[in-house]
């Protein structure tokens, strides 16, 4: 069966902290795709990143990184001097049966960042 | 670009009343089509999706359906609504060219509640 698992329920830290967002998959397929999204309290979720199975290299954009390893089926996400506006709900995502484009969610991670 | 488009924003509807939301996109041809309903404080639970007219596939039991009139329009309805439906409504769209698994985009959803 396939499962995410986002077991940082919710998140604080003060604006200019660094801070780590947890996300642990399940999955015996051997090509799968995991994504990140962001619910800022607006509602609507923003795809954030893509990354496939066979692409195990660290990728940044600008104060955000994102470290998969395959070893431990994680793919965790880090905010660098973290500012106000990254708070929001963050949800991890697995795809589901190749295509399909069909995504399985983690719970989410509330992110507060506080001035 | 690509746009999507959800009404209405806000829903406030009695038990038993019928429900009509409405999703469209925009520049694209044949999209990956999905409807989400997320529970307040809750993830993201995949209700429908469909690879193109008439093609749509539930997710969960439930007395919701939905209905793919035209290529870029996607309609979720229900004849009577419960308490349970309450929550938050999210379109997406993915593109349905190419191979792999490709990232969802979100419409900016449709807050239900049922009283």
């Known amino acids: 069966a396939q499962k995410v698992t986002q077991a940082q329920t919710e998140i604080s830290v003060v604006e200019k902290e660094d801070v780590t967002l947890d996300c642990v998959y399940e999955t015996r397929d051997t090509t799968y795709y995991l994504f990140w999204y962001k619910q800022p309290p607006s509602g609507e979720l923003v795809f954030l990143i893509r990354r496939n199975s066979f692409d195990e290299q660290n990728e940044i954009s600008g104060r955000y990184s994102w470290n998969f390893q395959k070893s431990t089926s994680s793919f965790n996400f880090t905010i660098t001097a973290s500012q106000v506006v990254d708070s929001a709900v963050y949800f991890c995502?697995?795809?589901?049966?190749?295509?399909?484009?069909?995504?399985?969610f983690g719970t989410g991670t509330r992110l507060q960042v506080f001035p | 670009s690509q746009t999507i488009h959800q009404w209405p924003a806000t829903l406030v509807q009695p038990v038993g009343s019928p429900l009509s939301l409405e999703c469209t996109v925009e520049?694209?041809?044949?999209?990956?089509l999905y409807w989400y309903r997320q529970a307040a404080g809750r993830g993201l639970q995949l209700l429908f999706y469909s690879i193109g007219i008439d093609q749509i596939s539930s997710e969960v039991p439930q007395n919701l359906s939905a209905s793919r009139p035209q290529d870029r329009q996607f309609i979720l309805s229900s004849k009577k609504l419960l308490l349970s439906d309450s929550g938050f409504y999210l379109c997406?769209?993915?593109?349905?060219?190419?191979?792999?698994?490709?990232?969802?985009?979100f419409g900016p959803g449709t807050r239900l509640t049922v009283l």
């Open positions: 995502a697995l795809s589901g049966r190749v295509n399909t484009d069909k995504l399985i």
């Open positions: 520049g694209t041809s044949n999209p990956n």
């Open positions: 997406a769209w993915s593109s349905n060219t190419g191979l792999g698994v490709h990232e969802q985009f």
